[in-house]
Nanobody, 123 residues
Framework: QVQLVESGGGLVQAGDSLRLSCAAS????????MGWFRQAPGKEREFVAY???????RYADSVKGRFTISRDNAKNTVYLQMNSLKSEDTAVYYC?????????????????WGQGTQVTLSS
């Protein structure tokens, strides 16, 4: 059974940092692209970042320069380092895996999803 399990979310203040982790199991993900998406209340799920099987990365403009995606294939884990957090970063963050290894910002290209982890910026 394929599983993606996110962790690392929480309640933080503006300017703080968080690192999200996504542990994958049930298959080998080293040839998959891995992505992070987020969904705020009342909004569509939106692309945050992806890392291809080869290690290329792409970011949404809203997080470029603040967030960094990385992967450890030996641990079947992908990370999202989030720095300089802003109130607009409040959302549920989802990890996803795409058998299309080059990566995509389109959520419909992803085959597997985690259950999400909440990130909340306190006002």
């Amino acid at each position: 059974q394929v599983q993606l399990v996110e962790s690392g979310g929480g309640l933080v203040q503006a300017g703080d940092s968080l690192r999200l982790s996504c542990a994958a199991s049930g298959r080998t993900f080293s040839s998959d692209a891995m992505g992070w998406f987020r969904q705020a209340p009342g909004k569509e799920r939106e692309f945050v970042a992806y890392i291809s099987a080869g290690g290329s990365t792409r970011y949404a403009d809203s997080v470029k320069g603040r967030f960094t995606i990385s992967r450890d294939n030996a641990k079947n884990t992908v990370y999202l380092q989030m720095n300089s957090l802003k109130s607009e970063d409040t959302a549920v963050y989802y990890c996803a895996a795409a058998r299309y290894g080059l990566g995509s910002s389109n959520r419909y290209d992803y085959n597997y999803w985690g259950q999400g982890t909440q990130v909340t910026l306190s006002s």
